[in-house]
C-alpha cells in the first residue's frame, strides 16, 4: 500500500517547457533539486512533505532552474560533439526553415532587413551587410532552435547596430537573457558542415 502511494506521487510537472520529475524518497529530510546531464531536472520530496509544498519549491527557483538547465545544454552538446555529427539537411529545406524563423523573429522584435541569403558556408554562420542583407550559413537549420535562433537575433540586431560595443549585447541579452551561454554553446559546432 505505502508503495502504491510512493508510485503515484512520483510524477512529471511541466513547468514552462522544463520537465520536472518529482520522485519520493524514504531517507529524504528535505525537497532537493538536482539537474544532470542528460537526466534533466529530478526533485526529491520527502514523505512528509505534501506535493503542494513541493511544487511551490520549485515555482521559487524558477529562475535558478531555468539558468542550470542553460549551462546543463552546454555540458551536453559538449559530449554529444564527441560522439556524433550533426544530421545532414538539404539546401532547400534549411532555407525554407531559416527564411522563416528570420521573418518571425524580425517582426516578433521589431526589425527590418533588406535581403536574406541561405548558403553553404564554410566559416561564417552568418553576416549582415551595410544595405542590411543577411547571410546565413544553411548548417543552422541542423541546430538546435535556441542556438539558431541566437545567430539570428544576432545578425538581425547588426541591421540596427554595426558593431559589438556594449550597446550591441544589451540589446542581444533583452530579447535573449541567455545570449551569453547560447554565444558559447554555438561554439560547440564550429567544425561541424551540416549540408
Ligand atoms: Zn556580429
Not at 510524477?11 to 533539486?33: G, P, Q, S
Not at 551536453?76 to 529545406?93: F, H, T, V
Not at 549582415?128 to 539570428?152: E, F, G, T
Not at 547588426?158 to 550597446?167: D, P, S, Y
Amino acid at each position: 500500500m505505502a508503495n502504491d502511494l510512493l508510485a503515484h506521487d512520483n510524477h512529471t510537472f511541466e513547468l514552462n517547457d522544463i520537465k520536472v520529475n518529482f520522485r519520493r524518497h524514504r531517507f529524504a529530510r528535505r525537497i532537493t533539486i538536482k539537474i544532470q546531464p542528460f537526466k534533466g531536472v529530478n526533485v526529491t520530496v520527502p514523505m512528509r512533505a505534501t506535493l503542494d509544498s513541493a511544487h511551490d519549491f520549485v515555482l521559487h527557483k524558477k529562475e535558478w532552474i531555468k539558468s542550470s538547465l542553460e549551462k546543463m545544454r552546454q555540458v551536453e552538446e559538449r559530449e554529444m560533439r564527441l560522439s556524433k555529427d550533426l544530421p545532414k539537411i538539404d539546401l532547400a529545406a534549411a532555407a525554407k526553415l531559416l527564411h522563416e524563423r528570420t521573418d518571425f523573429l524580425a517582426r516578433q522584435n521589431g526589425f527590418a532587413y533588406n535581403r536574406i541569403f541561405i548558403r553553404r558556408q564554410k566559416t561564417l554562420w552568418g553576416s549582415c551587410s551595410a544595405k542590411k542583407d543577411l547571410s546565413l550559413n544553411a548548417a543552422l537549420a541542423a541546430l538546435p532552435q535556441d542556438v539558431m535562433d541566437y545567430v539570428i537575433i544576432h545578425e538581425l540586431t547588426h541591421t540596427v547596430i554595426r558593431n559589438h560595443g556594449k550597446e550591441f549585447w544589451r540589446r542581444i541579452t533583452l530579447i535573449l537573457p541567455h545570449a551569453p551561454v547560447l554565444r558559447r554553446r554555438l561554439r560547440n559546432y564550429r567544425y561541424f558542415s551540416a549540408c
